[in-house]
T-cell receptor, first 116, second 111 residues
Framework: SQTIHQWPATLVQPVGSPLSLECTVE??????LYWYRQAAGRGLQLLFY??????ISSEVPQNLSASRPQDRQFILSSKKLLLSDSGFYLC???????????????FGSGTQLSVL | RKEVEQDPGPFNVPEGATVAFNCTYS??????FFWYRQDCRKEPKLLMS???SGNEDGRFTAQLNRASQYISLLIRDSKLSDSATYLC????????????FGAGTRLAVHP
């Protein structure tokens, strides 16, 4: 069976510090991978998605970047965190479906990031 | 206008009540529709897909009206454990089939 691991669960970082959140998927290959952010009381905002190693697409301009160094590894980074980067970060994956619309997403357990 | 809009609630209902959530979407080219459930500070989990013919899973019934671009979720015989935020999700066709999440409707079931 497939599993997704995301860590850490909580993180408190000072403004201006770097960030690295890691996500790995097991039990599948060639997954589509996603990073979402959820601000308090808000919906999920898609930050990045990846359809393969080294292939990253960004949905919104921001202070963050993403990388996919291996097929089942997705990393969210920042060189200098801002207060506005605080939020609940979720990694997600879905099977690559050539038909196009088998869109069920499976989420990691999330990282609550507080930038102070 | 938001791509996916939901009444944020909260909906406060007693156990055993029937409650309905609505969701509207703006993109008429939307292809797939889902309801996800999210507990506080947890990841969203798929509750059910929504099909044009409507579908039911136990106490949960989902309906889709493509003409009105409207999705609904009905929960019958509410349980305390149903308390959560319910997210409406719509897939928009494109380079990779983008999922758009609503901000969610919060449900609180009380004894």
């Amino acid at each position: 069976s497939q599993t997704i691991h995301q860590w850490p669960a909580t993180l408190v970082q000072p403004v201006g510090s770097p960030l690295s959140l890691e996500c790995t998927v097991e039990g599948t290959s060639n997954p589509n991978l996603y990073w979402y952010r959820q601000a308090a009381g808000r919906g999920l905002q898609l930050l990045f998605y990846s359809v393969g190693i080294g292939q990253i697409s960004s949905e919104v301009p921001q202070n963050l970047s993403a990388s996919r160094p291996q097929d089942r590894q997705f990393i969210l980074s920042s060189k200098k965190l801002l207060l506005s980067d605080s939020g609940f970060y979720l990694c997600a994956w879905k099977p690559r479906d050539k038909r196009g619309f088998n869109e069920k997403l499976f989420f990691g357990s999330g990282t609550q990031l507080s930038v102070l | 206008r938001k791509e996916v809009e939901q009444d944020p609630g909260p909906f406060n209902v007693p156990e055993g009540a029937t409650v309905a959530f609505n969701c509207t979407y703006s993109n008429s080219a939307s292809q797939s529709f889902f309801w996800y459930r999210q507990d506080c500070r947890k990841e969203p989990k798929l509750l059910m897909s929504v099909y044009s013919s409507g579908n039911e899973d136990g106490r949960f019934t989902a309906q889709l009206n493509r003409a009105s671009q409207y999705i609904s979720l009905l929960i019958r015989d509410s349980k305390l454990s149903d308390s959560a935020t319910y997210l409406c999700v719509v897939t928009v066709s494109g380079g990779y089939n983008k999922l758009i999440f609503g901000a969610g409707t919060r449900l609180a079931v009380h004894p």
